[in-house]
């Protein structure tokens, strides 16, 4: 055990040498969120399909609970009940853009080091220009329900249900349920509760009112996660214990073109379309999940429809709602319907990444909007969304918490033009053969499982695991 | 799928050139043999601990349902629900001895090159004094629940619960049910149903009659496994499924100096003394394991009673049998009491290797008796059981199928120490941390599990794996 503790010094030590100009401690959070017995017991697994470069090595570490698809490298880190999928990676002779053509000498690996991960998806591949065969994690404390997506981290520290996305951050500090979509990021702090999208042509940021925020995320006095996202998830949890006691799993019926992983949690009166992906740690019941839908990591989705061709990002829970055809609900967003007060979303809606709808009475969003930020009621809407065609023939604009400047219609067209490539590389448009997408790829995964030592100074480490084709 | 199949059709050209002079075919014994789906589908195990030396590596093989522990390494091969343990091989510097002293420059390793290994067990070490460092298998098929002990292979044949034991084999057929311990052996093909030891000091050998043998083991015509040994082995198979369908299994009440194996069945009321080791693949139903006993892989002790320090060697089955304190039931031996028909074992008995008590009366042996081959009546004991002390007095001697060599009083003591060193490195003795052994130093093994490819051309191939400390 004493190598897992010296671990776990070390690497809280990097890292405050990285944020040490914010003054920032790290330590207290870890030692209050690090569950020793489970790091010491849990197993991990990794997958192993036909279809995805292979190479994993896993060595001076501790990956307890975590998920491992695809090429990747964890060198003296803590992995902690993570996904770590490499679907989406780069390969050897692809060809990226930026001034000149530049091809990949090798395929791309995920690189994880000096890192301590809490329950954190990482996902989509490296796109920072400087290093297209390395997605790499570095010096970095991920807290509980982070999502790293496309992004490479330096000397990092993300907070609970923060989200970086397609970007590069150097020695920065991303704060709770916040997420950022800004290409590259020198030694900043965001604040909590930040929703930041900017490039050239455009620039989106909404706030979350700090009293809002706190009721559905936080850290408390002694740095353990708190508020209604944290007890969301929590209240489901052992429900998931099943899934990772048995070898094998009933399966059931699903169409031959879709994928239900086997540690997703399917119950209830649940229906799976065609095309559809369901991943790891998700969670159903009662879904209705019409032809080419998907369920991402982390993601709820309870009692509700989705129509067809609906995303449900990373982390995204949906409740008691109906969503229309195309809908895009993004990143940890939380659409808390309830039996009496459901929600119902038109189709084409884009849902921005950390939403939130939680009211007591029904909403209803109609066809072909923006939403973004908290939504108590439906009057909220009037600060909380914009119809599309509205946003297209806008370059400023100011609702609400939310501020926009810039292309309107480039705006809206990245996201139109994300959402169908999400659709696509998910295998939503499959068919005869063709379009094929993860929903066909990864349903022929071999599950492995492996476990640290049990006893002696190295109990909690994993053996140096390499696993090549 | 191609590749597995490309990869069994070599092996079996290998180990036929190897056997050409005997104009052998191993092919239509494998094709029969080989349950292609299971091949593909089931997964394999490796166990760490923090007590032994850590090296495994798969490559290019197919180790479906396999169990591994220690230093190995596996290569073109197919390792077919085998155990493999590696607890008791060397350690770099250890010395051993062969005219002058010859000290081990690295760990020694168990290494399975070009072979195919059905349902066998490989345990102890190599006494191969010409690669004390590595105990190899090479171009080798070994057939069902045979027991590669201690012996390097090449180029030989197994036949079904055939036992080699502390000793090197070069292009050899190994007849059904034959037990050889002969220190080496070159281009020979011993006939089933032989039990051969041999040495500088004595020699004993018995045949078994062919009429009762191919009632217990006997290939027909279409090469498939038959006879009461199969069908007692293969009506018990499913209690073991449920085993490999959990990754946790309820613990249940046992001393803290004994170790139950996680893929060990424990039923009944069976109650587990100290130090006691009970391995993967054993199966205990109403079994009273006195202090010290052990049950090892592939052992059935089945309503019966071991007073206290009884070994039951690999494959060894008990059933209604009640045995006085240190007997030895050795390999593949088949003690087939019935409810009305009890077997009685004295104290310090030696129960010779694949020795078959079979009756349909009470049988009783009286205290420090050696017993070897077919018995089937209590008046069978009269031509296959010996006094001791009448053996250690003997130096020529002929009863029944069996003719004995050579030096009584050697014999009697090679297999009494024997006795003491296999109770000696199980633990038996073990008390206030002293005489640690298996059943102290197993016990917190930690069980991994490992795939094959699903799909492709790899299908049924375990991507390279390596495991390092």
Chains 1, 2 share one sequence.
Not at 68 to 77: D, P, T
Not at 84 to 105: A, H, N, T, W
Not at 230 to 259: G, N
Request: aromatic content about 10%; hydrophobic content about 40%.
């Amino acid at each position: 055990m004493k190598q897992v503790l010296l671990l776990i010094d070390r690497i809280s030590s990097r890292v405050n040498a990285n944020l040490r100009e914010f003054d920032f401690d790290v330590e207290p959070f870890i030692n209050a969120s690090t569950n020793l017995p489970k790091l010491l017991n849990y197993y991990a697994s990794y997958a192993v399909t036909s279809k995805h470069p292979l190479k994993l090595q896993f060595s001076s570490s501790n990956v307890a609970g975590s998920y491992f698809l695809g090429k990747c490298l964890v060198n003296r880190s803590v992995v902690y009940k993570s996904d770590v999928r490499g679907d989406e990676l780069k390969r050897k002779g692809e060809i990226i853009f930026c001034s000149k053509e530049l091809p990949l000498v090798e395929d791309e690996i995920i690189t994880i080091r000096d890192s301590f991960l809490f329950k954190t998806l990482i996902h989509n591949k490296s796109h920072n220009l400087e290093t297209p065969e390395e997605f790499f994690i570095r010096n970095t404390v991920a807290a509980h329900f982070s999502n790293i997506h496309g992004s490479t981290l330096e000397g990092c520290y993300l907070g609970l249900f923060a989200t970086v996305d397609l970007m590069a951050l150097h020695s920065c500090i991303v704060g709770d349920f916040s997420y950022i979509q800004v290409e590259e990021l020198f030694h900043r702090a965001i604040k909590p509760g930040t929703v930041w999208l900017a490039n050239d042509d455009f620039s989106f940021q909404y706030n979350y009112p700090e009293e809002i925020l706190k009721r559905y995320v936080a850290l408390d006095a002694e740095f353990k996660p708190v508020g209604r996202l944290i007890d969301f998830v929590e209240e489901r949890k052992t429900d998931f214990d099943r899934l990772f006691e048995q070898i094998t799993m009933d399966s059931f019926d699903i169409p031959q073109s879709s994928t239900v992983n086997r540690f997703a949690l399917v119950q209830g009166k649940t229906r799976i379309g065609k095309n559809v992906l369901i991943c790891q740690r998700s969670c159903l019941e009662n879904a209705e999940m019409g032809i080419g839908s998907n369920a991402q990591e982390n993601t709820y989705i309870i009692n509700s429809k989705l129509s067809g061709y609906d995303v449900t990002a990373h982390g995204a829970k949906i409740l008691h709602s109906l969503l229309g055809r195309k809908v895009f609900v993004a990143f940890n967003s939380f659409l808390n319907g309830k039996p009496t007060a459901r929600i119902k979303i038109g189709q084409n809606c884009i849902i921005m990444p950390h939403t939130i709808i939680d009211a007591d009475e029904p909403i209803t969003i109609p066809d072909n909007h923006l939403v973004w930020g908290f939504i108590g009621s439906q009057n909220d809407l009037r600060e909380n969304t914009i119809s599309l065609a509205d946003l297209e023939n806008s370059n400023e604009l100011v609702l609400g918490n939310m501020v926009f400047h810039g292309d309107g219609k480039a705006f809206v067209n990245a996201f139109k033009e994300r959402f169908e490539h999400i659709l696509e590389v998910n295998g939503a448009y499959y068919a005869k053969g063709k379009n094929r997408g993860h929903a066909q790829s990864d349903q022929s995964a071999s599950f492995n499982m492996i476990q640290p030592y049990r006893t002696g100074p190295n109990r909690g480490i994993y053996p140096t695991i390499t696993i090549e084709p």
